[in-house]
């Protein structure tokens, strides 16, 4: 398990990270997720001792990342892809990571047959794709077969048959009773692999829940009704206090009632429906729903060009 308690980082005046105070528990996915400047690398540089925090702190199984012997067997983390000797071959990154953690040379070939490497083993790592980096920083993560591992865009160039393959690991990792912990700005990605969000904004702790109840709490959700019979499911709706709003493909949208509930009504009523569908909205629209207020870059709306001549103008 993960603990962060009262974590605060502060570079100068900027406030990077504020207060964090939550849990990551074994046995499920959990997805970590925040707009660009949100706190989210500083906040697992400082989970692994990379960043000394301002205030606060971390245990990973109740201690400090600098408290453990051989941490490699206790977390696992894939952060930064590229920190590799670019002259050392995959095999030989790999074994130097296993002999200063004490982790026997054999464990070397196992992660390196579980990333799909094996074939290049002895190549050296600068000739790397960047989906080959990425494989090869999830083996270095899975070396010391730890029971808590962390992911920073571990899909990041990654082709659809490596996406799936790292979603799949990822939910066998905690379907293991491990710990798992992912970072991503994918959100379809996130939607398919995580089981529980926490969510920051600003350094700020936004949402701390299960992914099904951060989707109902942050989005609309409703239920969409068709059929040739509009002005009698009008009248039978509004009899039963129920409020429908027309939309402009003719469909009625029907907030705070369940599927079931209206097929029932309308059944009675011998109403013709064409569609009755439960509609909710996606993670990525839940999770702009949540942070609107908390995004530190905004793009600029119309063409290059034409934003820079209105900035321009405005400047002169």
Not at 242 to 251: D, E, N, P, R
Request: hydrophobic fraction near 40%; proline fraction near 4%; aromatic fraction near 6%.
């Amino acid at each position: 398990m993960i603990e962060l308690t009262g974590l605060t980082k502060r570079y100068g005046e900027k406030l990077a990270v504020d207060n964090l105070t939550f849990s990551v528990r074994p046995g499920i996915v959990t997805g970590f997720l925040g707009p660009n400047g949100a706190g989210k690398s500083t906040t697992m540089r400082m989970m692994l001792g990379l960043d000394r925090p301002t205030a606060g702190g971390v245990r990973i199984d109740g201690k400090r990342y600098d408290e453990l012997k051989d941490p490699l067997t206790y977390i696992g983390a894939l952060l930064d892809a590229k920190a590799v000797h670019g002259g050392r071959s995959a095999y030989n990154h790999l074994l130097c990571l296993a002999q200063s953690n004490g982790i026997p040379s054999a464990r070397v070939h196992e992660v390196l047959d579980t990333v799909g490497l094996t074939a290049v083993a002895r190549k050296k790592a600068k000739g790397f794709s960047l989906g080959m980096g990425q494989r090869l920083g999830i083996a270095a993560a899975l070396l010391g077969d730890p029971r808590i591992l962390m992911f920073d865009e571990p899909v990041n160039g990654l082709d659809p048959e490596g996406i799936h393959w790292i979603r799949t690991l990822m939910k066998s990792l905690a379907a293991q009773g491990r710990t798992v912990f992912v970072s991503s700005h994918l959100m379809s990605e996130m939607a398919l692999t995580a089981d529980h969000l926490v969510v920051i904004g600003q350094g700020r702790l936004l949402a701390d829940t299960s992914m099904a109840d951060f989707i109902a709490e942050n989005s609309r959700s409703y239920v969409r009704v068709r059929t040739p019979q509009p002005e009698r499911l009008l009248d039978v709706l509004r009899e039963a206090g129920v409020t429908a709003v027309t939309t402009s493909t003719g469909a009625f949208e029907i907030d705070g009632g369940k599927p079931e509930q209206i097929g029932e009504l309308v059944a009675k009523h011998g109403i013709v429906l064409h569609e009755l569908s439960p509609q909710q909205a996606s993670l990525e629209e839940a999770f702009m729903q949540l942070t609107a207020q908390s995004v530190e870059y905004h793009a600029h709306s119309g063409t290059p060009e034409r934003q820079w001549g209105a900035d321009w103008q405005e400047g002169n």
